[in-house]
């Protein structure tokens, strides 16, 4: 069985080994001897699990800066008509894109929402990090639309079918404001009855609680709550705006929320994004960078600061989020949230592992390793990226880069000719 010996390096406090021995970190013991395994020498670098960016649409990654400085429902608008002009080399470059980007800052797992789950899966496969990918139900009030959507939900469950372990299928429904309420309610019995997790954009701007009370009397939390949409296995992104009651409702039923700093700021959705009260209530909080075309990256490390920074600032108090919560949000809470077995560096674990290089400036001194790497360190920092007990980069190379990099620039510039012709 494939082995890696990660030699004398940094984790949880101290340098000893790790041996990865399959898709599994097998051992942590200090003098590792292990006899024909591929061995890393660590003696600079600290290994963290990979991150998981909790919500985020890859393919996006093909809308990067084509509208800037614009409202969210205009910008929308722009990029549904961008989305509008896909087509499968679109899909299959941004998604190419994506995951290389995931990869050069850290990631390992995302939990992505849009079309073409097969496309995006055959991408995991090749690039070798886990995605986790449901199909998008949206519908505008338009039943014939709705219909359409149901079909090509049942469609897409049958593709995942067919997908590798990297691979896991979820069922999501756009937001409460976009897909009906007949299918809202189907989305919830089909991830029920099928085992499957429920991704929704839920809460991300003010209009959209003024526009619930005007249409339902009451929250999109308390709208979701009443179709039976809410359980653990719901993963909603955003959760910005929400009541003291909005809260308890969704920690009394574990819903996961992802927090999506970055996107929220830069669309000026708000940034009170209630950390410590959902945590309280019983939600599970986790962290994702939402997609390209809002966010502009795919970079978990940067999300986390930002995070960090902007909760001590509106809470007045430089205690809030902890380095070992904030680090937490970032993966382990995610792996919970998405049933892997993943998300900590310990035997037994899923080798999910990014290695860190802290021969540079922004781990010198190293009085605090975590502190170094949020506050100090950007993503440039992550040298080598196991996931799955494979090697998906190392020293910074990832195989056929450049090609990527070059068909993707290549692939905008045929949509963009297709938009404006
Ligand atoms: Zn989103």
Not at 131 to 152: F, I, P, Q, T, W
Not at 170 to 189: G, I, Q
Not at 207 to 228: F, H, K, M, N, T
Request: glycine share 6%.
């Amino acid at each position: 069985m494939n082995e890696i010996l990660l030699k004398n390096v940094y984790t949880e406090g101290r340098r000893t080994d790790i041996l990865v021995r399959g898709n599994i970190i097998a051992k942590i013991a200090d003098g590792i001897e292990a006899p024909g395994a591929e061995v890393i020498d660590c003696s600079r670098m600290a290994a963290i699990p990979g991150f998981i960016n909790m919500h985020t649409h890859a393919a996006m990654t093909m809308t990067r800066s084509a509208k800037e400085d614009m409202k969210l429902q205009p910008w929308l608008q722009y990029i549904w008509k961008i989305e509008a002009h896909f087509d499968e080399e679109t899909l299959y470059w941004g998604n190419k894109l994506a995951c290389l980007e995931m990869i050069k800052t850290g990631t390992t797992c995302f939990n992505d929402m849009y079309w073409g789950v097969r496309t995006a899966a055959r991408v995991c496969d090749e690039m070798g990090i886990r995605g986790v990918h449901s199909y998008c139900m949206l519908d505008n009030g338009d039943m014939e639309k709705a219909e359409k959507e149901r079909r090509a939900l049942l469609h897409a469950f049958e593709d995942s079918k067919s997908f590798s372990s990297l691979n896991m299928f979820a069922v999501s429904v756009h937001a409460p404001y976009t897909v009906c309420e007949d299918n809202m309610r189907f989305a919830a019995m089909f991830a029920e009855q099928n085992n499957l997790l429920l991704h929704i954009h839920l809460c991300e701007t003010e209009q959209e609680i003024i526009d619930a009370q005007r249409d339902w009397g009451c929250s999109p939390v308390e709208y979701c709550e009443s179709l039976g949409l809410l359980s653990d296995r719901v993963i909603a992104a955003h959760s910005l705006w929400l009541s003291p009651r909005d809260i308890e409702i969704m920690g009394a039923h574990g819903v996961t929320a992802v927090h999506n700093i970055n996107s929220n700021l830069k669309i000026a959705s708000g940034y009170k994004f209630p950390m410590e009260e959902l945590m309280a209530a019983g939600a599970n909080v986790t962290l994702g960078t939402d997609g390209c075309g809002s966010s502009n990256n795919l970079d978990m490390l940067e999300a986390l600061k930002t995070a960090a920074l902007l909760q001590k600032a509106w809470r007045k108090n430089p205690e809030a989020i902890p380095l070992n919560t904030l680090l937490k949000i970032g993966s382990e809470n995610a792996a919970k949230a998405l049933g892997l077995n993943a998300g900590k560096i310990e035997e037994g674990r899923l080798a999910d592992i990014a290695l860190i290089d802290m021969n540079n400036v922004w781990f010198t001194p190293n009085y605090d390793f975590e502190a170094n790497l949020v506050y100090s360190a950007n993503s440039s920092c992550v040298d080598t990226l196991i996931c799955d007990g494979r090697i998906v980069m190392r020293g910074r190379k990832v195989d056929g880069e450049q090609e990527i990099l070059d068909n993707a620039a290549a692939c905008a510039e045929r949509l963009m000719s297709r938009i404006n012709s």
